[in-house]
T-cell receptor
Framework: SQQGEEDPQALSIQEGENATMNCSYK?????LQWYRQNSGRGLVHLIL?????REKHSGRLRVTLDTSKKSSSLLITASRAADTASYFC???????????FGQGTRLTINP | DTAVSQTPKYLVTQMGNDKSIKCEQN?????MYWYKQDSKKFLKIMFS???????INETVPNRFSPKSPDKAHLNLHINSLELGDSAVYFC?????????????FGDGTRLSIL
Protein backbone atom coordinates (compact mmCIF):
# COMPACT_ATOMS: atom_id res chain seq x y z
CA SER A 1 0.00 0.00 0.00
CA GLN A 2 1.05 3.59 -0.53
CA GLN A 3 3.28 4.91 2.21
CA GLY A 4 3.51 8.64 1.60
CA GLU A 5 0.66 10.91 0.61
CA GLU A 6 1.16 14.52 -0.39
CA ASP A 7 -1.23 17.36 0.32
CA PRO A 8 -2.47 19.37 -1.46
CA GLN A 9 -2.66 17.51 -4.78
CA ALA A 10 -2.30 20.83 -6.62
CA LEU A 11 -1.13 24.28 -5.55
CA SER A 12 -1.09 27.48 -7.58
CA ILE A 13 0.59 30.63 -6.22
CA GLN A 14 2.07 33.91 -7.44
CA GLU A 15 5.75 34.28 -8.09
CA GLY A 16 7.54 35.48 -4.97
CA GLU A 17 5.14 33.80 -2.55
CA ASN A 18 6.07 30.84 -0.39
CA ALA A 19 4.81 27.34 -1.20
CA THR A 20 4.22 24.68 1.43
CA MET A 21 3.58 21.02 0.63
CA ASN A 22 2.86 18.31 3.15
CA CYS A 23 3.52 14.59 3.25
CA SER A 24 1.98 12.07 5.61
CA TYR A 25 3.05 8.47 5.99
CA LYS A 26 1.84 5.42 7.84
CA UNK A 27 4.70 3.38 9.29
CA UNK A 28 7.98 4.21 11.05
CA UNK A 29 10.76 5.35 8.77
CA UNK A 30 14.54 5.60 8.69
CA UNK A 31 14.51 8.64 6.43
CA LEU A 32 12.30 10.66 4.11
CA GLN A 33 13.28 12.20 0.80
CA TRP A 34 11.78 14.93 -1.36
CA TYR A 35 12.05 14.94 -5.15
CA ARG A 36 11.03 17.36 -7.91
CA GLN A 37 9.77 16.31 -11.34
CA ASN A 38 9.57 18.82 -14.16
CA SER A 39 7.13 18.06 -16.96
CA GLY A 40 8.46 15.33 -19.23
CA ARG A 41 11.57 14.74 -17.11
CA GLY A 42 12.80 12.36 -14.47
CA LEU A 43 12.73 12.96 -10.73
CA VAL A 44 15.47 15.06 -9.19
CA HIS A 45 16.51 14.56 -5.57
CA LEU A 46 16.10 17.65 -3.39
CA ILE A 47 16.63 16.77 0.26
CA LEU A 48 16.98 13.71 2.48
CA UNK A 49 16.02 14.04 6.15
CA UNK A 50 16.75 11.30 8.66
CA UNK A 51 14.30 10.18 11.32
CA UNK A 52 16.41 11.77 14.07
CA UNK A 53 16.42 15.17 12.34
CA ARG A 54 13.65 17.73 12.69
CA GLU A 55 14.59 20.32 10.08
CA LYS A 56 16.88 20.66 7.11
CA HIS A 57 17.64 23.52 4.73
CA SER A 58 19.00 23.69 1.20
CA GLY A 59 18.98 27.10 -0.44
CA ARG A 60 15.34 28.23 -0.66
CA LEU A 61 14.10 24.82 0.50
CA ARG A 62 13.22 23.96 4.07
CA VAL A 63 12.07 20.50 5.10
CA THR A 64 10.64 19.58 8.47
CA LEU A 65 9.93 16.14 9.87
CA ASP A 66 7.60 15.29 12.75
CA THR A 67 7.89 11.58 13.44
CA SER A 68 5.26 11.72 16.20
CA LYS A 69 2.70 12.90 13.63
CA LYS A 70 4.26 10.89 10.81
CA SER A 71 4.40 13.95 8.61
CA SER A 72 6.85 16.14 6.73
CA SER A 73 6.58 19.48 5.00
CA LEU A 74 8.52 21.09 2.18
CA LEU A 75 8.64 24.88 2.11
CA ILE A 76 9.88 26.73 -0.95
CA THR A 77 10.51 30.38 -0.18
CA ALA A 78 10.39 33.27 -2.67
CA SER A 79 9.02 31.02 -5.43
CA ARG A 80 10.08 31.43 -9.05
CA ALA A 81 8.46 30.37 -12.31
CA ALA A 82 11.17 27.69 -12.62
CA ASP A 83 9.84 26.04 -9.44
CA THR A 84 6.75 24.94 -11.39
CA ALA A 85 6.89 21.14 -11.14
CA SER A 86 5.48 18.15 -9.26
CA TYR A 87 6.98 17.47 -5.84
CA PHE A 88 7.09 13.99 -4.34
CA CYS A 89 7.94 12.68 -0.93
CA UNK A 90 9.44 9.21 -0.66
CA UNK A 91 9.67 7.13 2.46
CA UNK A 92 11.19 3.83 3.40
CA UNK A 93 10.08 1.31 5.96
CA UNK A 94 12.64 0.47 8.61
CA UNK A 95 15.04 -2.00 7.12
CA UNK A 96 13.49 -1.62 3.67
CA UNK A 97 15.62 -1.48 0.57
CA UNK A 98 13.18 0.57 -1.40
CA UNK A 99 11.53 3.98 -1.49
CA UNK A 100 7.77 4.34 -1.66
CA PHE A 101 6.57 7.49 -3.41
CA GLY A 102 3.37 9.46 -2.97
CA GLN A 103 1.38 10.83 -5.91
CA GLY A 104 2.94 14.24 -5.61
CA THR A 105 1.85 17.85 -5.37
CA ARG A 106 1.58 19.76 -8.65
CA LEU A 107 2.95 23.23 -7.99
CA THR A 108 2.28 26.05 -10.44
CA ILE A 109 4.00 29.41 -10.02
CA ASN A 110 2.17 32.19 -11.85
CA PRO A 111 4.27 35.13 -13.11
CA ASP B 1 27.64 13.84 -19.60
CA THR B 2 24.16 12.40 -18.94
CA ALA B 3 24.16 10.57 -15.61
CA VAL B 4 21.30 8.09 -16.17
CA SER B 5 20.24 7.63 -19.77
CA GLN B 6 17.37 5.57 -21.12
CA THR B 7 16.53 4.60 -24.67
CA PRO B 8 14.21 4.98 -26.38
CA LYS B 9 12.51 8.11 -25.05
CA TYR B 10 9.23 7.21 -26.79
CA LEU B 11 7.91 3.78 -27.69
CA VAL B 12 4.63 3.32 -29.57
CA THR B 13 3.72 -0.25 -30.39
CA GLN B 14 0.88 -2.70 -30.88
CA MET B 15 -0.64 -4.93 -28.26
CA GLY B 16 1.01 -8.35 -28.18
CA ASN B 17 4.44 -7.13 -29.31
CA ASP B 18 7.69 -7.58 -27.39
CA LYS B 19 9.88 -4.55 -26.64
CA SER B 20 12.99 -3.61 -24.69
CA ILE B 21 14.09 -0.48 -22.87
CA LYS B 22 17.77 0.14 -22.14
CA CYS B 23 19.31 2.04 -19.25
CA GLU B 24 22.89 3.05 -18.54
CA GLN B 25 24.40 5.07 -15.70
CA ASN B 26 27.85 6.65 -15.58
CA UNK B 27 27.77 7.59 -11.89
CA UNK B 28 29.62 4.51 -10.65
CA UNK B 29 26.56 3.44 -8.64
CA UNK B 30 26.09 -0.19 -7.75
CA UNK B 31 22.29 -0.23 -7.47
CA MET B 32 19.82 0.33 -10.29
CA TYR B 33 16.02 0.41 -10.37
CA TRP B 34 13.05 0.29 -12.70
CA TYR B 35 9.93 2.30 -11.80
CA LYS B 36 6.54 2.61 -13.51
CA GLN B 37 4.68 5.93 -13.39
CA ASP B 38 1.00 5.76 -14.33
CA SER B 39 -1.22 8.47 -15.77
CA LYS B 40 -1.99 9.77 -12.26
CA LYS B 41 1.74 10.29 -11.61
CA PHE B 42 1.85 7.43 -9.10
CA LEU B 43 5.41 6.08 -9.16
CA LYS B 44 5.90 2.46 -8.18
CA ILE B 45 9.08 0.42 -7.98
CA MET B 46 9.24 -2.67 -10.17
CA PHE B 47 12.75 -4.07 -9.75
CA SER B 48 16.09 -3.23 -8.23
CA UNK B 49 19.52 -4.74 -8.83
CA UNK B 50 22.64 -4.44 -6.71
CA UNK B 51 25.91 -5.38 -8.43
CA UNK B 52 23.99 -7.28 -11.11
CA UNK B 53 21.93 -9.26 -8.59
CA UNK B 54 18.15 -8.93 -8.29
CA UNK B 55 17.19 -7.68 -4.83
CA ILE B 56 13.64 -6.39 -5.31
CA ASN B 57 10.91 -7.85 -7.51
CA GLU B 58 7.63 -6.13 -6.70
CA THR B 59 5.01 -8.64 -7.85
CA VAL B 60 5.47 -7.61 -11.45
CA PRO B 61 3.97 -9.93 -14.12
CA ASN B 62 6.39 -12.48 -15.58
CA ARG B 63 6.07 -10.69 -18.92
CA PHE B 64 8.53 -8.15 -17.52
CA SER B 65 12.09 -9.41 -17.37
CA PRO B 66 14.97 -7.20 -16.24
CA LYS B 67 18.55 -7.97 -17.16
CA SER B 68 21.72 -6.44 -15.74
CA PRO B 69 24.78 -7.35 -17.85
CA ASP B 70 26.99 -5.23 -15.58
CA LYS B 71 26.41 -2.81 -12.75
CA ALA B 72 26.23 0.19 -15.12
CA HIS B 73 23.40 -1.26 -17.21
CA LEU B 74 19.89 -2.43 -16.45
CA ASN B 75 17.57 -3.31 -19.30
CA LEU B 76 13.87 -4.14 -19.23
CA HIS B 77 12.28 -6.54 -21.69
CA ILE B 78 8.50 -6.75 -21.91
CA ASN B 79 6.74 -9.64 -23.66
CA SER B 80 3.20 -9.69 -25.02
CA LEU B 81 2.50 -6.04 -24.33
CA GLU B 82 -0.96 -5.19 -22.97
CA LEU B 83 -2.93 -1.95 -22.95
CA GLY B 84 -2.35 -1.59 -19.20
CA ASP B 85 1.40 -1.45 -19.78
CA SER B 86 1.03 2.06 -21.18
CA ALA B 87 2.96 4.28 -18.76
CA VAL B 88 6.25 6.07 -18.30
CA TYR B 89 9.07 3.78 -17.20
CA PHE B 90 11.94 5.30 -15.26
CA CYS B 91 15.36 3.91 -14.60
CA UNK B 92 17.25 5.13 -11.52
CA UNK B 93 20.50 4.43 -9.72
CA UNK B 94 22.02 4.98 -6.28
CA UNK B 95 25.06 4.20 -4.15
CA UNK B 96 24.20 1.13 -2.11
CA UNK B 97 20.99 -0.83 -1.92
CA UNK B 98 19.46 0.88 1.07
CA UNK B 99 16.97 3.69 1.13
CA UNK B 100 19.27 6.18 2.86
CA UNK B 101 20.79 7.23 -0.45
CA UNK B 102 19.41 9.67 -3.03
CA UNK B 103 18.33 8.11 -6.28
CA UNK B 104 19.22 9.55 -9.68
CA PHE B 105 16.58 9.16 -12.37
CA GLY B 106 16.66 9.02 -16.13
CA ASP B 107 14.16 11.07 -18.13
CA GLY B 108 11.83 8.15 -18.72
CA THR B 109 10.55 6.04 -21.60
CA ARG B 110 6.98 6.83 -22.61
CA LEU B 111 5.38 3.56 -23.67
CA SER B 112 2.09 3.72 -25.56
CA ILE B 113 0.25 0.55 -26.52
CA LEU B 114 -2.17 0.82 -29.44
Amino acid sequence: SQQGEEDPQALSIQEGENATMNCSYKTSINNLQWYRQNSGRGLVHLILIRSNEREKHSGRLRVTLDTSKKSSSLLITASRAADTASYFCATDAQGAQKLVFGQGTRLTINP
Amino acid sequence: DTAVSQTPKYLVTQMGNDKSIKCEQNLGHDTMYWYKQDSKKFLKIMFSYNNKELIINETVPNRFSPKSPDKAHLNLHINSLELGDSAVYFCASSHGQYSNQPQHFGDGTRLSIL
